[in-house]
């Protein structure tokens, strides 16, 4: 079930590259499949191309070469997207906040205020509607961040570092409780990262990229079990996969 | 010294100085009043000419404010048409500009010789002139500054023109849009006065700028310092005004004016 090979894929990209009016060339001649429901990790080191792979997969942005190719699903409205700060509205309550994708699908409060009180809670959110995002720690706008991309159901999550700026202790609650919504779901999950650890710790597979221009250098499957929780961080089967891609990212360095 | 007192006494104390050197200076020169009437004298004659200066000062007032009305939504409409095609706002910025930077009194005999059978309307068109840019400029620069990932989660869940207008880039701009108004509140104030020392005195309906004039030609000093400490007042009382709307309208999430860490 966790995105093994074989799945159909939710959206492919052949032979993409990406070369900025400025000149400087992000990426090139990306080939990949992301399989629905799979949890894929882009891992690579800093300037590599990944927000440009991730916002290329959004559809924000179009590639200079090769081209996008969707799977049968209709992602329109059905896809959530994180970004490394929380960017919230500052004006908005967490409430509000939340609502903002359903309100700019024409939804009307009342209809939508379970499903966003349940997603709320599943965030551990409850009781925090009406506070604006000052009043919040970072962890908790992240969360809140992470509500409103969950809050449509979509079909496919893009996370761009989001958990970066947090602690380490925040991060690893924060990743146990995305694996466990990943799980009762079944989204399709394409998430950012320059942590080993972290990706090793939630991905079905991760994609090492070079650096600029950046090119998938390797695809590995992590055979680790879903579920898993924290008693995994000092298994000796994970940390044996992290000693492995490090090696492969500082290869890649090299 | 207690932050909060200090913010009243400190100005207070310096006022409370200033008054007292005036007075002083006044006393040891032998100051004729025509020169320079003392503290006392000012607000004799305040207390006792403030009935006739309040009606004057209404007719500066309602120019005052129907001037920063006008700039309010003529402002506020031409900023919002500027962020909705970049072509209007390479045409007309450059006017606004050229208005904004052309003195006042240059401007204004030709407005009172155009309007001239609508004194409140020549009035009132000087004091938008003078009141309108700082409302355009801030509000223009406020809708255009909206955080670059927030307008891509608009695209990305496909937001219309007017839902990323009215979800986004208004909020965005209205606390620049309260900077804006600010300082056109005072710049309308000033508008309609200069305006109105431009246009002469005469007729009925006449501000406190005409009794300012007068006051000068009859040399009635103590009468001129009234109607200039007035109209300060007004300016003052237009500032603390439109600060206290700011704070309520944004005190909930703008950093330029949220209350102290606690
Ligand atoms: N809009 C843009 N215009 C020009 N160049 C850009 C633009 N966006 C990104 N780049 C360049 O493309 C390269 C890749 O940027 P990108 O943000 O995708 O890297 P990244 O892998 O996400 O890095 P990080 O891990 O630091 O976030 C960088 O060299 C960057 O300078
Ligand atoms: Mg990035």
């Not at chain 1, 891992?43 to 559809?59: E, Q």
């Not at chain 2, 909206?146 to 989660?153: E, G, K, P, S, T």
Request: glycine content about 8%; some cysteine.
């Amino acid at each position: 079930m966790a995105g093994g090979r074989g799945d159909a894929p939710i959206i492919a990209l052949d032979g993409v590259g990406k070369r900025f009016r400025s000149g400087v060339e992000a990426l090139a001649g990306i080939d990949l499949a992301i399989p629905a429901g799979g949890f894929v990790s882009l891992l690579g080191p800093s300037g590599c191309g990944k927000s440009t792979l991730l916002r290329i997969i959004a559809g924000l942005i179009p590639p200079t070469s090769g081209r996008l190719v969707r799977g049968a699903s209709d992602l329109s409205g059905r896809l959530g997207f994180v970004f490394q700060e929380a960017t919230l509205m500052p004006w908005a309550t967490v409430w509000q906040n939340v609502y903002l994708p359903l309100r700019l699908a024409g939804k009307r409060r009342d209809a939508v205020a379970a499903r966003i009180a349940e997603t709320l809670a599943s965030l551990g959110l409850a009781g925090f509607e009406q506070a604006y995002p000052r009043e919040l720690s970072g962890g908790m706008r992240m969360r809140v961040s992470i509500a409103r991309a969950l809050v449509t159901e979509p079909l496919l999550l893009l996370l761009d570092e989001p958990f970066a700026a947090l602690d380490e202790f925040t991060r690893f609650r924060l990743n146990e409780d995305l694996l466990r919504l990943w799980q009762r779901h079944h989204w399709t999950v394409v998430f950012v990262t320059h942590s080993v650890f972290e990706s090793v710790f939630l991905s079905s597979r991760i994609l090492v990229m070079t650096p600029r221009p950046g090119r998938i250098l390797a695809d590995l499957p992590i055979d680790l079990p879903y579920p898993r929780d924290g008693a995994l961080r000092t298994a000796p089967h994970y940390t044996e996969q992290c000693r492995r891609i490090s090696g492969l990212l500082s290869e890649a360095m090299a | 010294m207690n932050a909060r007192v200090a913010r009243i006494a400190a100005p207070l104390a310096v006022g409370l100085l200033f008054v007292l050197g005036w007075d002083l200076l006044v006393r040891l020169e032998r100051m004729p009043s025509y020169v320079l009437p003392g503290p006392l004298l000012v607000a004799e004659t305040l207390w006792r000419d403030g009935p006739s200066l309040l009606g004057s000062l209404l007719v500066t007032l309602r120019i005052t404010l129907a001037a920063l009305a006008a700039a309010v939504v003529l402002g506020g409409a031409l900023a919002i048409l500027f962020t909705q095609s970049r072509l209007l706002e390479l045409s007309l910025f450059p006017y606004a500009v050229i208005l904004q930077v052309t003195p006042i009194v240059a401007i204004a005999p030709l407005i009172i010789i155009w309007l001239k059978d609508r004194v409140f309307l020549s009035l009132l068109v000087c004091a938008w002139i003078v009141a309108f840019f700082p409302i355009v400029a801030n509000t223009s620069l406020g809708l255009n500054s909206a955080d670059r990932n927030l307008v891509d989660l608009f695209r990305l869940y496909g937001a219309s023109r007017w839902q990323m207008l009215r979800y986004l880039r208004l909020p965005t701009a209205l606390p620049y849009f309260l900077t804006g108004l600010r300082i056109s509140g005072g710049l309308a104030l000033i508008g309609a006065v200069v305006a109105e020392f431009v246009a002469g005195t005469g007729g009925t309906d006449t501000g406190l700028a005409s009794r300012i004039l007068e006051a000068g030609y009859r040399l009635q000093m103590p009468r001129l310092f009234a109607a200039l400490l007035l109209l300060a007042a007004t300016g003052i009382a237009i500032f603390a005004v439109l600060s206290w709307l700011s704070q309520r309208l944004i005190s909930h999430w703008h950093e330029s004016v949220l209350p102290p860490e606690e």
